[in-house]
Every structure is written in structure tokens, then in C-alpha cells.
């Protein structure tokens, strides 16, 4: 299946995405590709080593003639995130990723493809193998943990990076080139709960949402694309007086838009008729609104055969209902500065109910810290009034953007020469470690940009073929234009 993939032009690229691809790589799960990154590099004969944190440089010195060029960080994360549909058999801690070629396209074979950001990686990967390719000096940093924390790029300790340019390779459209990014805060409530036994005269039914399009939630959280544990929380809320819940488990991963949501509620006999009347008109309700942006989107109820022993009691239930209803999810303030940028977010990533806990995980973005404070207060003044416990993690900086930046003009200018036409210098929604990095390198310059990724952070995630070509011919003249010192 990957070997169509490795005939693909450019074919160095190619193969060093199929190489990667073979090595599971989840975040916090990065053992494996860090020696796979480090036998690349002590192979060629360069500078390898890791540092305290377990980001991976590889250094490169600058070919015959481009000495007296700015040394650049050439920059890419390791990990991936983990996402398959519910109906593919996968392991990700032992398989590799089964790529195809779909016309333009390359996927993978139901789950997540890791082409965010594994193709930065191969791009870096096939000019440090490459003899005939000019470039200035180069520092190679790969980094761990990009996708559930940037603790990679967080603790990254300045002095260890000798370039003064930073090409991160991490945007997902190729007519962009990226000046800025958000920054974001994890934000977690939680409440215990008192177990009920389960009524008499009771059967059980297992609730699902699933078919969404889930997606990247900070590239593509204006889309108003479905949330499953708000349309989850939509239908319990509707059926609430007539049944009671004894489990939750809805979404996965904080940076990614919840596609699934599976409860397993309780109902007595008494109330089997309402629950069953009020499930099939709030499904009507939710799958009409969404018929023009969730075309595969399906809620069912079945019957189970085991009845759950234990329910949560009716209070903390509708307190709970009434927190996720009352919780801001989407786009919360669009930027008055920058045209159709998304300012300020929330995803309502994942929510657990079991055993007597109630977790619900968000990840709050904004390009100004005091709009991201004014999200985060927003959500605790709801849980709290709700009785939960809100704590705050992972909080990292946005990036500021520079458009005065000297890279900034080589890349577009190149870019007009090759294509013909301007390119998008934006900031984006999506969290990107340049931000990051600058707080221990403050003066290093620094932009983004990358090949046409649609669908990260989910099963749909694809590659364009075409796009890889033209991102690599233009890292190419890019590497000749670098300043000199």
C-alpha cells in the first residue's frame, strides 16, 4: 500500500514520509521516533543529540559558498495525534500508519494520516541527507509533544540553537505564509458525584452520536462543524425528566473537535415512552439544523442487554446537563484587526462520566491573553456555579506578528516570483510553536508555512500531492535566499 506513496515526486520527501509513517508516534509516545531521528542523523555522519526536554537537533553545516549566509532552525514536530473512525481496527502503538493514494490526495486507511506534521519532518529529513541541495548552516530541531501541550518547544532551554532564522514548517495551507498564531490554556472541571443503585423495573440503552467531521479545532473551529458532546448533551437534556445516566464518554483529544459521543442511560418502565418520543424529536431537531454541514451524522439509542448497577442521582445530573449547555463552545470573538481571523475559541473536547467523577476537558486559544482570561473566566463562572472544580494547564504565549520580519520578504517575494501571484501572510487560529520558541530566542525571526493538509486531526486528514511538489520547490530557492550575516 505505502509503496505507490514512495514513487511519488518529490521522491526523497515521499520517502522519508513513508519511513516516518512506519514508526508510531503518538504525542507523549515518542520513544520510538526519537531514536528513529537520531540513527537518521548519526547515519549521515552529523551533529545529533537530544536535549532535557527530548527534542531531537541534527546539525548541518552550510554547503561550499553559503558560509557567510544567516545559519537557520529548520523546524517540525515528531508526534502526531491519534484519531480513527470507530470501525477500523488499528493500534496505534504497534502499527504503522497504511497510506493510499486517492487521485490527488494521499490518506490513510481510517485513521489520522500524520501528515501534520510529519511531512515538515521529511521535508527537514530529505535535505539533510541531500548532497547536491545549497543551503546556509542549519540547525534541524524536531520536537515532542506538540499536539497535547508543547511541552517539547516549552522546555527547550535557550542557548542550545545557533540560527538566527526560524522556518517552521507546520501551516496547512500553501498559498499562506504564517506571521502569527494563537496561544491556549487546557481547561478541566471536575466534580464528584454520589452512585445511585439502579431503579427496579429498568432497561438500559446505549446512546450514540457519531459521523461528524471533527477536524483541526483551531484551524477549523469557524466551520461550525458539530460538536458530539454538545449534540450528546442536547439530547440528554431533552429526555432528562425520563432517564438516568450512568456513564459518558464523548471525544478524545483536546486539539480535536469531538466526532463521537456514547452515553449509556437508564429507563424505567414508566418512562420508557416519553424517553424514546423525546430522543426521536431532539434527533429530528439536531440532525435538520446540520443537514447542510454534518451529512453523515447519526443518533441512535439501542437497548443493552446488561443494566448498569449504579446511575448518577437526578440533581448533580441536571446540574451537569445545565453546565454543558450553559458552556461556550465555537468561536467566542473574531479579531477586529485582522480580517476573518478567529480571535478567541473554545472546544469542548472531551467529556467522561463513570464512577462517581465528572471530567470535561476544553481548550481555550486566543491571539490576546486578555481575551484568552476573559474565555477561561467565562467557562469557571458556569462550572463553578455548577459545583465543579476548574483547574488551568499547558498555557503557552501566541505568537506576535512581525511584518517588518527580513525572512518575511525573501518568502514573499519568492513566492510571487514562482507562482505568479501574492501569498496570504496571515496569522492563524491553530497554536504553532514559533510563539514558544521566541520566548527563550527573542530575537530570532521567524515565519511559517507549509504544503495543503485538509482534515487534520481527524480520519479525513489528506495530503495534496501537488501542493508537497510546489512546497518543496519553494523550500528549495528559499535555502539560496537566505541573508547574509
Known amino acids: 500500500m505505502n509503496e505507490a506513496i514512495r514513487n511519488l515526486k518529490p ?28 540513527d537518521f542523523g548519526k547515519n549521515l555522519g552529523l551533529e545529533t543529540f537530544e536535549d532535557d526536554i527530548r527534542n531531537v537537533i541534527i546539525r548541518k553545516p552550510a554547503t561550499p559558498g553559503m558560509e557567510n549566509r544567516k545559519g537557520i532552525v529548520l523546524q517540525s514536530h515528531l508526534d502526531m495525534v491519534h484519531q480513527k473512525n470507530n ?96 496561544g491556549g490554556v487546557d481547561v478541566t472541571a471536575t466534580r464528584n458525584y454520589t452512585e445511585e443503585n439502579t431503579p427496579i423495573n429498568a432497561e438500559a440503552y446505549k446512546i450514540t452520536v457519531k ?20 449534540m450528546m448533551n442536547r439530547v440528554l437534556t431533552e429526555t432528562n425528566s425520563n432517564c438516568s445516566v450512568a456513564s459518558v464518554l464523548g471525544g478524545s483529544l483536546r486539539n480535536a473537535i469531538p466526532r463521537e459521543s456514547n452515553t449509556i442511560v437508564v429507563v424505567t418502565d414508566a418512562n420508557k415512552e416519553g424517553f424514546l418520543n423525546g430522543f426521536e424529536k431532539i434527533k429530528s431537531e439536531i440532525i435538520a439544523e446540520y443537514s447542510h454541514l454534518e451529512s453523515e451524522i447519526t443518533i441512535t439509542t439501542v437497548k443493552q442487554d446488561l443494566l448498569p448497577e449504579t446511575v448518577m442521582n437526578n440533581e448533580v445530573q441536571t446540574q451537569f446537563l445545565k453546565a454543558v449547555f450553559g458552556a461556550h463552545n465555537g468561536v467566542f470573538r473574531m479579531s477586529p484587526a485582522i ?31 486578555s481575551s484568552k482570561e476573559n474565555m477561561v473566566n467565562t467557562l469557571k463562572a458556569v462550572f463553578e456555579l455548577a459545583g465543579f472544580n476548574v483547574k488551568l494547564a499547558g498555557d503557552y504565549p501566541g505568537w506576535a506578528p512581525n511584518m517588518d520580519s527580513a525572512i518575511l520578504k525573501v518568502l514573499d517575494g519568492l513566492y510571487e516570483k514562482l507562482n505568479g ?3 496570504n501572510v496571515a496569522a492563524c487560529h491553530a497554536g504553532l510553536e514559533c510563539g514558544i520558541l521566541g520566548t527563550n530566542y527573542p530575537g530570532m525571526d521567524m515565519v511559517s508555512f507549509g504544503p495543503t493538509i485538509k482534515g487534520a486531526h481527524s480520519p479525513d486528514e489528506r495530503a495534496s500531492i501537488s501542493s508537497t511538489q510546489k512546497f518543496w ?13
Not at 470501525?87 to 497504511?98: K, L, R, S, W, Y
Not at 520547490?473 to 550575516?485: A, D, Q, S, Y
Open 87 to 182: 470501525d477500523t481496527n488499528f493500534d496505534f502503538d504497534t502499527q504503522g500508519i497504511e497510506m493510499y493514494v486517492d487521485g490527488e490526495w494521499v490518506r490513510a486507511n481510517g485513521t489520522t494520516l500524520g501528515a501534520d506534521n510529519g511531512l515538515g519532518v521529511a521535508t527537514i529529513m530529505a535535505i539533510l541527507e541531500s548532497d547536491s541541495i545549497v543551503h546556509p548552516a542549519i540547525d534541524a530541531l524536531f520536537t515532542i509533544d506538540e499536539e497535547t501541550g508543547m511541552t517539547g518547544a516549552i522546555g527547550l532551554k535557550g542557548g542550545i540553537l545557533e540560527g538566527e532564522i526560524l522556518l517552521n514548517l507546520d501551516t496547512e495551507e500553501d498559498d499562506e505564509i504564517g506571521v502569527g498564531c494563537a
Open 11 to 38: 521522491q526523497r520527501l515521499w520517502n522519508n514520509f513513508a519511513d516516518l509513517n512506519a514508526v508510531p508516534r503518538g504525542s507523549k509516545k515518542e520513544d520510538r521516533v526519537i531514536e528513529f531521528m537520531k
Open 211 to 230: 459521523g461528524l467531521k471533527g477536524g483541526h479545532s483551531g484551524m477549523e473551529i469557524h466551520l461550525g462543524w458539530g460538536n458530539a458532546n454538545k
Open 339 to 369: 480580517d476573518d481571523l478567529v480571535e478567541t475559541s473554545n472546544n469542548i473536547a472531551k467529556i467522561s462520566v463513570s464512577d462517581g467523577k465528572i471530567t470535561i476537558e476544553c481548550l481555550t486559544r486566543s491571539s490576546v491573553d
Open 473 to 485: 520547490n519553494f523550500v528549495i530557492e528559499i535555502l539560496k535566499e537566505i541573508p547574509v550575516k
Open 421 to 423: 501571484e501574492k501569498a
